[in-house]
């Protein structure tokens, strides 16, 4: 069993547009692999959007704590708002007696549970977000939803994947398909955590190289195969030139240049991935040609890992 993983350097750029055209052709196309869909971009979750799921199961996601003040306990000393270093302690007002807490401002360090001479505040577990597993057109799909100013969305990255990836093996799937979050921060990096491919979309404007090149840096760091396709590539023929020479001098084979085509977003009007909406768009043929491609190198590789 194989993970795929969906990147790009910034938002926009048609990375969900191509992780649901490879479910799609993954369940339908050529060739067929059995996938397990994760969207692992917690913080803007939108795959679901594409794939019609019916969701099946729902948790909550417990993650990290913040301070809460007992105002029977509270004898208003204020040495909670004199040790908190992150503003979150508010002193009385408005005809409250006892001190409180802004838990959007507190950031869990406990620092005034320690120092409280009353022992009037604890700290309590959070509810971050949820996660789902559903059943999708093309398959088994986990996805979740961050709730606001939450700032664990790492964990629950790795969460959504881990989930994926249990019943991946007991299904005797051939691949995971993971729809990433865009950028370099810490759910880029926890998507790609075990990942035995990346496939990054690259969009040929003025910071294209720049924004591909930070990905591939980061795929690099972790000793992730990377591999990059250009969507809306004719655009800016230019900028897309400029991408293909900088990932021949690299050593990153491109995979495909997308057209822009209309049909994409026709697609995502009605629900559907560009592939199986409208199969004989220049967008849904460019991409079944990356996805050839692609599942190849999957297949390949999974070949090889048996022989060794």
């Known amino acids: 069993m194989k993970q ?3 990147l790009s350097g910034k938002g926009g750029t048609g990375k969900t ?3 649901a055209a490879f479910a799609h052709l993954a369940a339908e196309g050529a060739p067929r692999l059995r996938a397990v869909l994760a969207d692992a971009d917690v913080d803007a979750a939108n795959l679901d959007l594409v794939l019609g799921p019916r969701p099946l199961e729902a948790h909550d996601f417990v993650s990290g704590a913040v301070a809460t003040i007992d105002a029977q306990l509270c004898r208003g000393c204020g040495v909670c708002y004199a040790v908190c270093r992150f503003a979150a302690v508010l002193p009385p007002a408005d005809g409250r007696t006892a001190y409180a807490v802004d838990p959007i401002a507190c950031e ?3 620092a005034c549970v320690y120092q409280c001479p009353e022992a009037a505040i604890q700290m309590t577990p959070q509810l971050a ?3 789902f597993r559903s059943d999708s057109r093309y398959g088994p799909l ?3 939803s961050l709730r606001p100013a939450q700032e664990n969305s790492g964990k629950l990255v790795t969460l959504v994947k881990q989930q994926a990836r249990l019943l991946a093996l007991d299904d005797g799937c051939d691949v995971v398909l993971v729809d990433g979050p865009p950028g370099i921060g810490c759910p880029a ?5 075990g990942a035995d491919l990346a496939l990054i979309v690259a969009e040929p404007t003025a910071a294209g190289i720049h924004d591909m090149a930070r990905v591939l840096e980061m795929t690099a760091h972790f000793r992730v195969t990377a591999l990059v396709c250009i969507n809306k590539a004719d655009i800016y023929p230019e900028a897309a030139a400029q991408i293909e020479a900088y990932c021949r001098a690299e050593g990153v084979a491109l995979v495909g240049r997308i057209p822009f085509d209309t049909a994409v977003t026709e697609a995502l009007v009605h629900g559907q991935p560009v592939t199986a909406y409208r199969p004989a768009a220049p967008a849904a043929l460019a991409l079944a040609e990356v996805w050839r491609r ?3 190198r999957l297949v390949e590789d999974a070949a090889k890992g048996e022989r060794s």
Do not use: K, N, T
């Open 4 to 6: 795929l993983v969906f």
């Open 17 to 19: 547009v191509v992780a």
């Open 108 to 110: 869990g360090c406990a």
């Open 129 to 131: 977000g949820r996660w």
């Open 142 to 144: 986990f996805h979740a």
């Open 189 to 193: 990096i926890s998507a790609i955590s």
């Open 294 to 296: 692609v599942a190849d």
